[in-house]
């Protein structure tokens, strides 16, 4: 399967975005799917991660928990990363990628990256 993500761009502190992450080649609704995030200097970090069906959503860090959503399509091949109350230390290069189970994606086993998105958070 390959991935593009989109939908990044330049707001300010307190503003929303919404990611999108199309995916080709690929039987879309077999996979887990994730999205990462890597800002300058530090290493990349799981924000976040949704179920093949998309019932379920983790999010490991509570910094993100209450403000940023997941959400899939899966009969649009899309999965959705809805991101509020956003501030300057979620500026980073956000990356959507997929695995065949929410486990894989947690433990960055991952059969897919897309190439990222620049969000920039101006306070």
């Known amino acids: 399967v390959q991935l593009q993500a989109s939908g990044g761009g330049l707001v300010q502190a307190g503003d929303s975005l919404r990611l999108s992450c199309a995916a080709s080649?690929?039987?879309?609704?077999?996979?887990?799917m994730g999205w990462f995030r890597q800002a300058p200097g530090k290493e990349r970090e799981l924000v976040g991660a949704?179920?093949?069906?998309?019932?379920?959503?983790?999010f490991p860090d509570s910094a993100v928990k209450g403000r940023f959503t997941i959400s899939r399509d899966n009969a649009k091949n899309t999965v959705y990363l809805q991101m509020n109350s956003l501030k300057p230390e979620d500026t980073a290069v956000y990356f959507c990628?997929?695995?065949?189970?929410?486990?894989?994606?947690?433990?960055?086993?991952?059969?897919?990256w897309g190439q990222g998105t620049q969000v920039t958070v101006s306070s």
């Open positions: 949704t179920i093949s069906s998309g019932a379920s959503t983790y």
């Open positions: 080649g690929g039987t879309f609704s077999r996979y887990a």
């Open positions: 990628a997929a695995a065949l189970t929410l486990h894989s994606i947690v433990e960055g086993a991952l059969d897919a």
